[in-house]
């Protein structure tokens, strides 16, 4: 048992920092045995070790492997704690971001990285998976009312839809509601130009800077 | 088109030998592109052995280049071994789902037979037709994915690494199988008298730790260049995306030539394993080879050729990976037409004018 809370929360980051997804569990019904505050322990336990991960991503002490482990940990602890947040704490209405791997392209690792470093660093995320469809990506924005569309394709092939996302959201009238985002290995900077997106990001941690500057909120 | 003297078996040969060549050797990595050169469909390749050899014979007669590598997509392997490929109509191939989902099931799969299985046996008669019509000139090469990317298609690559951290005897349970598959495809390939041509997408350093590498991928990897070595013929390995701190690795599976992606430098390269193996790279194929111009192809070619030129185990121009299927054709002209101009010797001080003012 933990001293005090900040113990607890120090364990629970550890936990997720060392992949125990058991560990993070048992971490999780503990806090709430003890009514310690879910949403201080989300943030000072699961999502600071989330951070603490990505930092070792960063600095390729960790790779994908040892990330995706980490976020299993993270989620583990996050199904536990989450049904326990306080009301004003989980109605929070949070900066909105629409996710997936375009048409034409099934390779969602790297969607699936952004998505849980967004995840960790506070933001909403509703994630469509692979092989989306252009208009499925504006449609779901509007419907759920995001703020940002994140776009990721590893195939030179389904870059066009990319544009065509965009393309899509001009004709509409709506460009200017949403914060378009692309990334994956043959995009570039030139290209995410081209197609009048509003970011690029390189990696996950870098992608969850973009959204923050994005939302405007301090990195 | 081509104004070449040397066909590119002798000038593979020559150049294998320090002796005097007409030009460095060049490969831009044409794969379903050349589905354009015939007007045929991405698709049209599924199945039909003939095509795809007509279409990289055509490719390779209309472009001059170095190599002729029969490939349409990574998974061929995998799917002889039950993952599912999706085949849009006309662009390059798909993993639609993996050929199981969980550890548990590895024991029901087997090493795919070349003969039989998938796509394998179109492919291998794609290699003996080109080799048939143009094999006196130019090498064919026949790609071969590694039993760890292809470990990656079997199981879907986020349970695979995931198993790594978990369940490890399991993940080298299947790339065995994996490998078996490989080696079975390796021999048929050398029968026809070709080469296999390796890559391991999933081995990168974006994906793995260099330690992972080492335990899941480089030994099955070492295991196929033994095999294809035992046929006295030379391996080349291309791993995509990052990979500088495995190079070393790379290396040590006996790999001749390494085929770096453009997520690595050249320079560091020749620095690091010139004096081992040959370089092969590393224009941008989605940047520069699909998005730019003739002349940024141009500048970059003069780029890598300044940088690798005098590595000691000697460096092909080509791209960092495949072509996307709609690279334009004048991009890959003025891919050979750079390499013609910078001719042989090479004259370092020159480029590098040329491509800094």
């Known amino acids: ?219 | 088109m081509s104004c070449d003297l040397m066909t590119p078996v002798e000038r593979f040969a020559a150049y294998g030998r320090s002796e005097a060549v007409d030009r460095l050797p060049c490969v831009p990595i044409v794969g379903n592109t050349a589905a354009r050169v015939v007007g045929a469909k991405v698709s049209g390749f599924r199945g039909n052995g003939k095509l795809i050899a007509d279409a990289q014979v055509a490719a390779y007669r209309r472009f001059g280049y170095d190599v002729i590598r029969i490939f349409t997509d990574l998974y061929t392997q995998a799917e002889a071994m039950g993952a599912t490929v999706h085949y849009p109509d006309d662009e390059t191939a798909y993993l639609a789902e993996p050929a199981i989902d969980s550890a548990d099931q590895i024991g029901s799969l087997e090493p795919a037979n070349p003969y039989k299985d998938g796509n394998l046996p179109h492919h291998l008669e794609a290699m003996s037709r080109a080799v048939e019509a143009v094999g006196k000139e130019v090498a064919v090469t026949g790609a071969l994915t590694g039993p760890f990317t292809t470990a990656s298609f079997l199981i879907g690559t986020e349970t695979l690494v995931r198993l790594m951290l978990k369940n490890p005897a399991a993940v080298h349970q299947l790339c065995e199988l994996a490998l078996q598959g490989a080696l079975a495809y390796a021999k048929a390939i050398l029968d026809r008298g070709c080469t296999p041509s390796l890559t391991d997408a999933m081995c990168s350093t974006t994906v793995i730790s260099p330690k992972q590498f080492k335990e899941f991928g480089q030994p099955y990897l070492k295991r196929l260049v033994d095999f294809i070595h035992g046929y006295g013929r030379g391996v080349t390995l291309h791993i995509c995306g990052k990979t500088r701190s495995i190079w070393e690795q790379m290396a040590d599976t006996g790999a001749d030539c390494l085929s770096i992606d453009n997520a690595a430098d050249l320079l560091e390269a020749k620095v690091k394993v010139g004096t081992r193996v040959r370089l092969m790279g590393n224009v941008s194929p989605s940047e520069i080879m699909l998005q730019g111009t003739p002349l940024q192809v141009r500048d970059a070619v003069r780029q890598c050729v300044w940088k690798a030129h005098d590595n000691p185990k000697g460096y092909i121009v080509a791209s960092g990976c495949s072509l996307p299927v709609e690279t334009p054709f004048q991009n890959i002209d003025a891919m050979l037409e750079s390499v013609r101009e910078i001719g042989w010797p090479v004259h370092a001080e020159k480029l590098e004018a040329a491509w800094t003012v």
Do not use: W
């Open chain 1, 1 to 219: 048992m933990s001293e005090n809370e900040n113990e607890l929360f120090k364990a629970l980051s550890d936990a997720v920092v060392g992949m125990e997804e058991d560990l993070a569990r048992q971490l999780a019904l503990e806090a709430v045995e003890r009514k310690i505050d879910a949403y201080t322990a989300i943030e000072r336990g699961l999502v600071d070790g989330m951070g603490r991960a990505g930092e070792l991503f960063e600095s390729e002490e960790y790779f994908i492997p040892e990330l995706l482990l980490c976020s299993d940990a993270m989620y583990a602890g996050l199904d536990i704690l989450r049904p326990h947040l306080k009301i004003e704490d989980a109605s929070q209405r949070r900066f909105k971001v629409v996710i997936g791997v375009v048409e034409g392209d099934t390779h969602d690792i790297g969607k699936n990285l952004v998505k849980i470093m967004l995840e960790a660093s506070g933001f909403d995320v509703i994630d469509l998976g692979r092989d989306i469809p252009p208009q499925q990506f504006v449609e779901t924005a509007v419907s759920e009312n995001a703020d940002v569309i994140a776009l990721s394709t590893l195939m030179t092939t389904t870059m066009d839809a990319m544009a065509e996302v965009v393309e899509r959201l001009q004709k509409t009238n709506i460009r200017e509601r949403f914060k378009v985002i692309v990334g994956g290995g043959p995009i570039s900077p030139a290209f995410a130009d081209r197609i009048h997106a509003d970011g690029y990001a390189n990696s996950a941690p870098n992608a969850v800077k973009l959204v923050k500057q994005l939302a405007g909120v301090p990195a």
